[in-house]
């Protein structure tokens, strides 16, 4: 027997794993930025939510490298002075939504920009990679 699963039906699977995965961040968010995720809410439960946009909006643009994927959660999460949805307002954001499937570079260059920025001292954000 050859079991034949269709492309639509392993995006979906993928896209299904990454939501289920949300809620091991929200509690990983909770115990190691405390103070920060806290702005959110008590529990990690009110941040899963959140997360779950923030799933939806990584998926649709494109970013699929899960270190980046990552970054992306901490910064806009954590490191980003204003609470979630406001990182995706950036221009930066803004510019790879206007072209999906170049996210995992896009995004990249944003964070090499970052870290160059927080090397001349003139960051407002924490770097850590």
């Known amino acids: 027997m050859v079991l034949r699963i269709k492309q639509t039906q392993m995006e979906a699977g993928r896209?299904?794993?990454?939501?289920r995965q949300m809620v091991d961040a929200a509690d990983d968010l909770f115990e190691l930025h405390p103070?920060?995720?806290?702005?959110?809410?008590?529990?990690?439960?009110?941040?899963?939510p959140?997360?779950?946009?923030?799933a939806d909006e990584v998926w649709?643009?494109?970013?699929?490298?899960?270190?980046?994927?990552?970054?992306m959660m901490i910064l806009a999460f954590?490191?980003?002075p204003k609470p979630w949805p406001?990182?995706?307002e950036l221009p930066m954001w803004?510019?790879?939504r206007?072209?999906?499937?170049?996210?995992?570079?896009?995004?990249?260059d944003f964070c090499a920009k970052l870290k160059y920025i927080a090397r001349q001292d003139r960051a407002t954000i924490e770097v850590w990679w």
């Open 98 to 108: 206007e072209r999906p499937g170049q996210a995992n570079d896009l995004f990249e």
């Open 86 to 88: 406001a990182f995706l």
């Open 50 to 54: 959140l997360l779950h946009q923030f």
């Open 60 to 71: 649709d643009v494109g970013l699929s490298d899960p270190e980046l994927r990552a970054r």
């Open 35 to 48: 103070h920060e995720a806290s702005r959110y809410g008590d529990k990690p439960s009110d941040l899963v």
């Open 15 to 19: 896209r299904a794993r990454l939501h």
């Open 78 to 80: 954590i490191k980003y």
């Open 94 to 96: 803004q510019q790879i």
